[in-house]
C-alpha cells in the first residue's frame, strides 16, 4: 500500500487480527521490549527536524522550538523513563496471602492484555500518539495507531517512522477521516486508548462497548487557574501566558479561564499584556507564535469572540494586528481577554483550545472553589499563591485530573506521576508506571504447597473439618 494513502475500512479488521495472531505466537519479552523502545527513540531521534516541518505545514506555521520542545522532548523523556524502569515494573510483585491460607505464597504478574488501539489528536499530534504507543509496547503489547486526519503530513511522518522501526505485525497505523475512525473504535482491542474532545469521547466510548472493549479516555475541558490575594502577579503573568500561548491555546491543559480576586484584576490585566508584549512584538512576523491548525478552528474560536461581544462583555486584544485581512487568511489569533463574562457566553460554555483567556473576579477563596465545584471536573487546575491554607483547602474541596501549584503544564512534563481526566474530562491515566499498568493485566497467581491444613477442609464437616472453621472463624 502505498505509504500516504488512507486506509480502506475493510483492512481495519484483517489488520488487527494480524497483529494479534503475532502476540499470540510470540509475546514480547523483557529484551523485545527494551530494543522496540531503543530502536524506536534513536530513529524518532534523528528525525527530529523532519518532524517539526511536517508539523507547521499541517498547522500553517507552527514554531518549531515549540514542537521540539512539545512534541520532541517530551516523547524522548517518557522513552528514557520507561527504559531506566522497565525491568522493575515488569518484576511480579509479591503479595501477602494471611495466616489463614499460610504456607501459600501469592504474587501479581503484570501481564499484557494483546494488541492497543490508539486513537491520537491533532493538538500534539507526535508526542499524544508516540507516548500512548511506546508505553503499550513497554508493557508488552502490540499496537494499531489511528492518528489525527487534521495533521495529514504528521500522520504520515508517524507511518513512516513506525514502519521504519518496527514490522507490520507489531506496529501498525491507519490513516483517515471520521469514516475510518468510527470503524477503528469499533474494532475488538484489548484496550482502546483515544485522546481528544468530550464529545468524541463520548462516540468512542459507545464504540468500544459491544466488544467490552476497556477504554482510557484523554479529553479536556475547562481548566481554571485560580489566582491567590498573595500571588506575584508577574510571576502569574509569566506563567499563565506560558500556559495559555504554548501553540496558541491549542492544548487540553491549558489555562482556559482565571479566577482573580475582584481587586486585583486591573493588575492582572496590565501584568499579562505587558509579559505578551515582552514575547511578541510583531505576531505575524515572528516565527514563534502558532497559527490556529484549520479553517473550523479558526471560525469557532472566532465565533466565541463575536459571541461575548453581542452579548456586551468586554473583548480585550493584548496584541494589535497590522494586516487584519493577512491575519484572518494566516489563521492568526492574537491573544485576546474576556473580561467577565457570564456563563451564557459560548466561551465560558465550551473548552477554548485557542488563544482566549476569560477573566473572572471572585470576593472570597469559598466562591472560587463554589464556582469550579459547580462545573464538570477540570483536567487540570492550577492555583497561585502561597498560603499553604488556602491550596490545603482547594485540595480537599476540589477533584480534578491533576494540580498544578504556582506554574502550569509542568505536571503533564513529569513522568513519575499519572496522568488522566476524571468525569467529563476523562478516564484512566498514563504516564510513566501508571501507563506500564494501564496497558497491563494485574494477575493474581497463588501458589499452594504439597500438604496444607485447607485440604481437610471438606465434607462431612464434622470432627476435625468443623474445629478447623470454628478457628477461621476467629
Not at 194 to 213: D, E, I, W
Not at 220 to 237: L, R, Y
Given at each position: 500500500m502505498d505509504i500516504a494513502a488512507d486506509t480502506p475500512t475493510n483492512e481495519l479488521a484483517p489488520t488487527l487480527e494480524s497483529l494479534r495472531r503475532a502476540w499470540l505466537r510470540k509475546r514480547p519479552d523483557f529484551a523485545q521490549r527494551r530494543d522496540d523502545l531503543k530502536r524506536l527513540r534513536a530513529a524518532f531521534h534523528g528525525r527530529l527536524e523532519e518532524m517539526a516541518r511536517a508539523v507547521s505545514d499541517d498547522f500553517g506555521h507552527r514554531s518549531s522550538h515549540e514542537t521540539l520542545l512539545a512534541d520532541g522532548m517530551t516523547v524522548l523523556v517518557e522513552i528514557d523513563h520507561m527504559l531506566a524502569n522497565l525491568r522493575s515494573w515488569m518484576r511480579p510483585r509479591r503479595r501477602g496471602v494471611g495466616w489463614r491460607l499460610w504456607p501459600a505464597s501469592a504474587r501479581v504478574h503484570h501481564v499484557p492484555v494483546g494488541v492497543v488501539g490508539v486513537i491520537s489528536p491533532w493538538n500534539y499530534p507526535v508526542n499524544l500518539a508516540l507516548v500512548p504507543l511506546a508505553t503499550a509496547i513497554a508493557a508488552g503489547n502490540h499496537v494499531y495507531l489511528k492518528p489525527s486526519e487534521h495533521t495529514p503530513r504528521t500522520s504520515r511522518f508517524l507511518r513512516e517512522l513506525l514502519s521504519e522501526v518496527f514490522p507490520a505485525d507489531r506496529v501498525a497505523v491507519a490513516l483517515g477521516g471520521p469514516e475510518?475512525?468510527?470503524?477503528?473504535?469499533?474494532?475488538?482491542?484489548?484496550?482502546?486508548?483515544?485522546?481528544?474532545?468530550?464529545?468524541?469521547?463520548?462516540?468512542?466510548?459507545?464504540?468500544?462497548?459491544?466488544?467490552?472493549?476497556?477504554?482510557?479516555?484523554?479529553?479536556?475541558?475547562?481548566?481554571?487557574?485560580?489566582?491567590?490575594?498573595?500571588?506575584?502577579?508577574?510571576?502569574?503573568?509569566?506563567?499563565?501566558?506560558?500556559?495559555?500561548?504554548?501553540?496558541?491555546?491549542?492544548?487540553?491543559?491549558?489555562?482556559?479561564?482565571?479566577?482573580?480576586?475582584?481587586?486585583r484584576r486591573d493588575a492582572f490585566v496590565q501584568a499579562l499584556r505587558r509579559e505578551v508584549q515582552s514575547r511578541y512584538t510583531d505576531i505575524q512576523a515572528t516565527p514563534d507564535y502558532t497559527r490556529i491548525v484549520n479553517q473550523g478552528q479558526y471560525e469557532r474560536l472566532r465565533g466565541y469572540l463575536d459571541d461575548a461581544v453581542a452579548r456586551g462583555y468586554e473583548v480585550v486584544p493584548l496584541l494589535p494586528l497590522g494586516d487584519a485581512a493577512q491575519a484572518q487568511d494566516d489563521r492568526l489569533l492574537p491573544p485576546t481577554l474576556v473580561i467577565e463574562p457570564g456563563d451564557d457566553a459560548l466561551v465560558m460554555q465550551e473548552e477554548i483550545f485557542g488563544p482566549i483567556l476569560p477573566v473572572k473576579t471572585y470576593r472570597s477563596f469559598d466562591e472560587a472553589i463554589d464556582y469550579i465545584n459547580a462545573h464538570d471536573r477540570p483536567l487540570a487546575l492550577y492555583h497561585f499563591g502561597h498560603d499553604r491554607a488556602r491550596v490545603d483547602q482547594l485540595l480537599e474541596r476540589t477533584v480534578s485530573g491533576g494540580v498544578c501549584i504556582n506554574d502550569t503544564l509542568l505536571h503533564y512534563a513529569c513522568s513519575n506521576l499519572p496522568f488522566g481526566g476524571i468525569g467529563a474530562s476523562g478516564m484512566g491515566q498514563y504516564h510513566g508506571y501508571e501507563g506500564f499498568l494501564t496497558f497491563t493485566k494485574a494477575m493474581p497467581v497463588l501458589r499452594q504447597v504439597r500438604w496444607t491444613v485447607t485440604d481437610r477442609l471438606r465434607p462431612p464437616y464434622t470432627g476435625l473439618p468443623a474445629r478447623i472453621i470454628q478457628f477461621l472463624l476467629r
Open positions: 475510518v475512525a468510527s470503524a477503528f473504535s469499533a474494532l475488538p482491542f484489548d484496550h482502546l486508548f483515544f485522546t481528544g474532545s468530550t464529545p468524541v469521547g463520548r462516540k468512542v466510548m459507545a464504540a468500544a462497548a459491544p466488544n467490552l472493549t476497556p477504554v482510557t479516555l484523554e479529553l479536556g475541558g475547562k481548566s481554571p487557574a485560580i489566582v491567590g490575594e498573595d500571588a506575584s502577579m508577574d510571576v502569574v503573568a509569566a506563567r499563565i501566558a506560558t500556559g495559555k500561548l504554548l501553540n496558541a491555546g491549542q492544548t487540553c491543559i491549558a489555562p482556559d479561564y482565571v479566577l482573580v480576586p475582584h481587586a
